[in-house]
């Protein structure tokens, strides 16, 4: 894994010279259209810059699998429980690099701005796809503000609804369960069993996996099926709270190398 600001251009942003020279690529019409978009984008991105700046996350494709695997549980506790919200800083999925300030308590509204860039095409400018900001009230129910921008022509509520979810998907499992972590020091190397971690940026990058759910199969037929859990347990203070858990169904005759969690819960 290897993250510069060539693989992942629109970490360029956070450098105030990049702003002079128009550098990201805008869907519009005309060239009207596009100075009225890149106007919004600077003013939406200044506004937020200093939550923007807390933190670079590089989110694995295990992790994000693992997360979708919990989507469910995720949404029931935040559609009934009063939790409060607060996902900042600038999260790396693939080539998607996607600049976030979200906030919200039980007593108020929530406010989100969301910017999200894809960063596939190396060397060469980042494609602006989706940019707004507004309220929402509950999963599903949002006031953005008048401008917003999505790559194409359609500007579909159900498109924000799910961006702003999956976010908040990942930061609440990142809270809720047992992950690992690498922090990634600027203009570092690490390496481990799996791969080599390369961080060429300036900035410091905390990689997200997911090897506590993770089982290694070492016969044919083998399977292991199950679902995520909310366990109430109690904090070093004594406060009761919440922590996801996994809970395996079923195994099957076989040699298994069980994942650290699973073997925990056993």
Known sequence: MRITTRTHSALALLNPTYWKHNNVAIHADDYAEYIKKYNYLSSIFSE??????????????????????????????????????LVQGIYILSKRVIYVNMHSTPQNDGHCTYIEFDCSFKDK???????????????????????????GE???????????????I???????????????KPHSRVRDIKCKYIN??????????SKWFTTLVKSDGFKVRGHFRLQPKKDKNGKWIKELIWISDFEKLGYTSKARKLAFID
Do not use: W
């Open 170 to 184: 990942l930061a609440m499992f990142k809270k809720y369960a047992k992950v690992e972590t690498k922090y990634l």
């Open 154 to 168: 359609a500007k579909n509520m159900n498109v924000v609804d799910s961006l702003i979810v999956d976010i908040l």
């Open 125 to 151: 400018a980042p494609v602006l796809v989706a940019c707004f900001s507004g309220s929402f009230n509950k999963l599903g129910s949002y006031h953005l503000a008048p401008h917003y921008i999505e790559k």
């Open 200 to 209: 060429d940026t300036n900035y410091n990058i905390l990689h997200l996996d």
């Open 48 to 85: 937020n810059k200093s939550h923007f700046n807390t933190k670079i996350t590089y989110v694995s494709e295990p992790f994000y699998d693992a997360a979708q695997i919990a989507r469910d549980s995720l949404i029931k506790m935040f559609d009934s429980d009063s939790i409060d919200i």
